[in-house]
């Protein structure tokens, strides 16, 4: 997972093959993401030093879970 800021200043993740990411209110909920989805693997999260850009897909459906 990447973590930075994009060209508007907010903070964003993005998982590394571009898979899934999100906007963030500040940087430690950036990382407390970031650290819940590589579960604390050592080395797994960076600190991208250059700006991020989130790109969203809304051509791609949208699976929801399962209403019980």
Request: net charge positive; aromatic share 6%.
């Given at each position: 997972?990447?973590?930075?800021?994009d060209?508007?200043?907010?903070?964003?993740?993005?998982?590394?093959?571009?898979?899934?990411?999100?906007?963030f209110?500040d940087?430690?909920?950036?990382?407390?993401?970031?650290?819940?989805?590589?579960?604390?693997?050592?080395?797994?999260?960076?600190?991208?030093?250059?700006?991020?850009?989130l790109?969203?897909?809304?051509?791609?459906?949208?699976?929801?879970?399962?209403?019980?």
């Amino acid at each position: 997972m990447i973590v930075g800021r994009d060209g508007q200043n907010h903070w964003v993740v993005v998982e590394t093959h571009g898979r899934c990411g999100g906007l963030f209110a500040d940087e430690a909920a950036a990382l407390r993401y970031a650290r819940e989805e590589t579960r604390g693997h050592p080395g797994a999260v960076r600190i991208a030093p250059y700006v991020l850009v989130l790109k969203v897909n809304m051509d791609a459906p949208m699976r929801l879970p399962a209403r019980r």
